[in-house]
C-alpha cells in the first residue's frame, strides 16, 4: 500500500499524497569519511517522516542535503517530480523546504515576534527601492506578512511573549520559537533537527501536539530527526533508520519496530 504511487487514507484521517521529495542513491563524503553511503528513500505529500539512527549515523547530515547546505559526491534528489540541481540554501528554502536546528539558532537579543519576521524573509519581494518608490504594493506586503505571523503566534499560543527577547525564555519555549520562525515561511516541507532535544515530558507532549496540528491543520509535511523512540512511534507515519551511513530499515513505526538489524543497532550488536 504505502510504496505505490496513489494517495491513502491514514487511520486518523489524513490523506498521504504522492512522492514530495525523492532521494535517490545520495553518498555523501567529508574527506575520507563517508558520512552517507548510497541511501535511497522517499517523502510523500502530507507525511510526517522520522529519520532514526544512532549518534553519529548521517542523520543530520542527510537533513543538510535536503535543505541544500551539503552537496552529495553521488545521487540526485528530486523534490515534487523535478530533478534538483544543486542549489543554495536560500534557493532551496524559495522552492518552500524550511527547518529548524539541533543547537537552537534564534537572534537572541531580539523579541519573539522579530525573530518569527525574519521568517518571512523568503516572502519579501519589495526592497527598499520598492518601498520608497511603490509604498502601496510594500504596505499591503508588510501587512500580509504581518498578519501570517501573527495567526502562527496565535497557533502555538505564544501570545504572551512576542515582546520578550529571545534570551530571556526557557529551552522549551525557545523550541517553539523556532518552530513558529521555521512555519513563517509557509513551508510545503518543514525538516525538523530534533525538536523534542532537551524538553522535559511535558514540553516533549506540547511539541509533539503542535507538530501534529502542523501537519493536519496547514497540510504541512514534516520530516524529522528524533532521538526519543516514543515521541518518533507516535507521531510517525514512517521512519527511515540509518547507521554508521547506511540505511538499515524503512518503513511504518510496526515495521522498523520489529526489524532485526534496526533492533541489533540499537542494542550494538557488532557489524560485519
Ligand atoms: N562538516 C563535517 N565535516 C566532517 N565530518 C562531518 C561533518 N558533518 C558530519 N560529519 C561526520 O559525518 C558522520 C555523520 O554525522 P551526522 O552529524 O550527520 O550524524 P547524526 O546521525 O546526525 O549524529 P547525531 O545524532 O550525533 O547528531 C559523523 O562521522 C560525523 O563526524
Do not use: C
Not at 547546505?69 to 534528489?77: A, D, L, M, N, W
Request: proline residues 4%; aromatic residues 6%.
Amino acid at each position: 500500500m504505502k510504496d505505490t504511487f496513489d494517495s491513502y487514507v491514514t487511520d486518523d484521517g489524513r490523506t498521504i499524497g504522492g512522492v514530495m521529495m525523492d532521494m535517490r542513491g545520495i553518498t555523501l563524503r567529508f574527506g575520507g569519511v563517508e558520512a552517507i553511503k548510497d541511501i535511497s528513500f522517499d517523502i510523500r505529500e502530507g507525511e510526517i517522516r522520522a529519520i532514526i539512527g544512532p549518534n553519529g549515523a548521517g542523520k543530520s547530515s542527510m537533513l543538510n542535503v535536503i535543505s541544500g547546505f551539503y552537496h552529495p559526491q553521488e545521487g540526485e534528489v528530486w523534490f515534487r517530480g523535478e530533478k534538483r540541481p544543486p542549489m543554495k540554501p536560500y534557493q532551496v528554502a524559495r522552492q518552500g523546504i524550511a527547518r529548524t536546528f539541533q543547537n537552537i539558532a534564534l537572534f537572541e537579543g531580539m523579541s519573539v515576534l522579530d525573530n518569527i519576521m525574519t521568517g518571512r524573509l523568503t516572502h519579501m519581494k519589495s526592497g527598499m527601492l520598492a518601498q520608497a518608490l511603490w509604498m502601496g504594493k510594500a504596505e499591503r506586503e508588510e501587512t500580509e506578512n504581518r498578519e501570517a505571523v501573527e495567526r502562527i503566534i496565535d497557533f502555538l499560543e505564544i501570545q504572551a511573549i512576542r515582546k520578550t527577547p529571545v534570551s530571556r525564555l526557557p529551552y522549551g519555549l525557545k523550541k517553539r520559537v523556532e518552530l513558529a520562525r521555521a512555519l513563517a515561511a509557509e513551508p510545503k516541507l518543514l525538516l525538523l533537527d530534533e525538536p523534542m532535544a532537551g524538553m522535559n515530558v511535558e514540553e516533549k507532549e506540547d511539541m509533539s501536539r503542535y507538530i501534529l496540528d502542523v501537519n493536519d491543520e496547514f497540510g504541512t509535511t514534516v520530516a524529522l530527526i528524533e532521538h526519543d523512540m516514543g515521541v518518533v512511534m507516535d507521531i510517525s507515519d514512517r521512519v527511515v533508520v540509518m547507521d554508521y551511513g547506511r540505511k538499515i530499515g524503512d518503513g511504518t513505526p510496526s515495521e522498523v519496530r520489529n526489524n532485526q538489524d534496526v533492533i541489533d543497532a540499537y542494542l550494538g550488536v557488532a557489524h560485519d
